[in-house]
């Protein structure tokens, strides 16, 4: 009998219990078969970084357009015909003012006309419709031509007029244009009276006035007389939505239509 066996027997021979740990059970193959295996964890996946992608997919990525010279523009926009220059206005997104118009207002009228007048910006009604001076300034406007023989739309080139704006775009809430937003309008401006080669000019407003004349002073200062732009004789003159917040100045601008067609007569 080993030590043990002999030690076991001396406790139970003293009334102890004596603990011995079960023997394990032997694996059987219906246990082996029954075992769940874990799954291996999958790799983690590789973190990608734009250092280590080719060099021809870099190459790739979109690059932001250099931004046009404004000397090439301009000199672009000088060299288009009529179809042209419809259409880069149309298309045009030179500045912000794109954002929130509905339409382009290019112009209206003869373009073989002797007379040729120049208002400020596009307001909502211009806007909506694309075509400058609608609504009721408009509707004062086509008066006043009438009253000289004139229309927008009919009769010989010498009794139509051709109507622009300095901007082709209305600024938001009908605030005042932006020298910024002058500047980008102005070839298209100078293109147009380039195309048409009228005989006088009629500038309404005090944008008008100065983006042609290049001149600060007031409306007031200015009419009255004679100018020039380009050798084409220019009549400053306010503008119908002003004339028809002051109607006193009604006959001021008369004077200035009066003045228009005697330039005219003298040029002829």
């Known amino acids: 009998m080993s030590w043990d066996s002999r030690q076991t027997a001396m406790l139970r021979a003293m009334g102890l219990r004596v603990w011995s740990p079960p023997l394990p059970r032997p694996v059987e193959e219906t246990d082996v078969a029954t075992m769940a295996v874990p799954e291996p964890a999958a790799p983690p996946a590789p973190v990608r970084a734009v250092a280590a992608l080719p060099p021809q997919l870099l190459r790739q990525a ?40 509905k ?69 938001p809430r009908n605030r005042n244009p932006e020298p910024s937003e002058l500047a980008q ?26 983006s042609l004349l290049r001149s600060s002073d007031a409306i007031g200062r200015l009419r009255g007389r004679v100018h020039q732009y380009q050798g084409v004789p220019l009549i400053v003159t306010y503008h119908p939505a002003y004339l028809l917040r002051n109607l006193p100045d009604k006959a001021r601008a008369w004077e200035d239509l009066c003045l228009a067609r005697e330039a005219l007569a003298s040029s002829s």
């Open 62 to 101: 979109p690059q932001a357009s250099a931004p046009v010279d404004a000397d090439e523009r301009t000199q672009a926009i000088a060299g288009m015909d009529w179809d042209a220059l419809r259409d880069s206005v149309a298309q045009c997104r030179a500045c912000g003012l794109c954002e929130s118009r």
């Open 185 to 210: 309008c102005e070839p298209y401006l100078d293109r147009q009276i380039a195309l048409i080669q009228p005989k006088v000019i009629l500038a309404m407003g005090r944008f008008a006035v100065q």
């Open 103 to 171: 339409n382009t207002v290019f112009g209206v009228g003869n373009t073989r006309a002797h007379w040729m007048i120049v208002g400020e910006a596009p307001g909502e009604n211009e806007d909506l419709q694309g075509e400058p001076f609608v609504g009721q300034a408009g509707k004062l406007l086509d008066n006043m031509l009438r009253a000289l023989g004139l229309s927008r739309s009919e009769g010989p080139p010498e009794r139509q007029v051709y109507i622009a704006n300095t901007l082709k775009c209305r600024p």
